[in-house]
């Protein structure tokens, strides 16, 4: 059973480029959620992705967008790259419980992506 | 602001000592709190706490939350090398039938001598 998949590993980008990152989720999980993690730093929420509708966002600008796909599976685009949008960008995905906690979240292994 | 803070920052201890990780948080529409393991990349999952005074165990490691005083310890006892990581504490919080997100502290490093 594969887990959570996320390509590409690591990217590096030229600021004012724009950049699509892949996320599959686990086999059974129907919510995607994207974080970005500076250096030294906890993962801090981007959105989440149910039913291929965006359900909540964090606080982050419009240049961060995405999407998601029938199958479950997600994009994250960024828009006009900063300097400062270099990071780790971990994909989660979870079962959709309603107003019970979810199980767990299954973290991808991220991709790692630099602004030159 | 929702926030969740984590102590000590950085920690380093020798093999077999014991740890006691802290989380506190202030969330509001608070649904569980996790405890995550990084050593590379992908946090891996430890914990998912939701009831207040029950402590989960796996192996080494232990964990407690405390609603009352909105806070979680993680504990790890006989540590080994292996244990080197950040060790991270989440907050998940839920928004009324819609969807729910994770909060997380900036996390504890860990870092175990022979």
């Known amino acids: 059973d594969a887990g959570v998949t996320q390509s590409p590993t690591h990217l590096i980008k030229t600021r004012g480029q724009q950049v699509t990152l892949r996320c599959s989720p686990k086999?059974?999980?129907?919510?995607v959620s994207w974080y970005q993690q500076a250096l030294g730093q906890g993962p801090q929420f981007i959105f989440q992705?149910?039913?291929?509708?965006?359900?909540q966002r964090g606080n982050f600008p419009d240049r961060f967008s995405g999407h998601q796909f029938p199958n479950y599976s997600s994009e994250l685009n960024v828009n006009a790259l900063l300097l400062g949008d270099s990071a780790l960008y971990l994909c989660?995905?979870?079962?959709?419980?309603?107003?019970?906690?979810?199980?767990?979240?299954?973290f991808g292994q991220g991709t790692r992506l630099t602004v030159v | 602001e929702d926030k969740v803070v984590q102590s000590p920052l950085s920690l380093v201890v020798h093999e077999g000592d014991t740890v006691t990780l802290n989380c506190s948080y202030e969330v509001t529409n608070f649904r569980s709190l996790l405890w995550y393991k990084q050593e590379k990349k992908a946090p891996t999952f430890l914990f998912m706490l939701?009831?207040?005074?029950i402590e989960k165990k796996s192996g080494r490691l232990s964990s407690i939350l405390d609603k009352k005083e909105l806070s979680s310890i993680l504990n790890i006892t006989a540590t080994q090398t292996g244990d080197s990581a950040i060790y991270l504490c989440?907050?998940?919080?839920?928004?009324?039938?819609?969807?729910?997100?994770?909060?997380f502290g900036t996390g504890t490093l860990l870092a175990v001598q022979p």
């Open positions: 989440a907050v998940e919080a839920g928004y009324g039938g819609a969807t729910n997100k994770l909060i």
């Open positions: 086999s059974g999980h129907d919510t």
């Open positions: 992705y149910y039913e291929e509708e965006e359900r």
């Open positions: 989660a995905s979870s079962a959709y419980r309603g107003l019970s906690p979810i199980t767990e979240a299954f």
């Open positions: 939701t009831s207040s005074g």
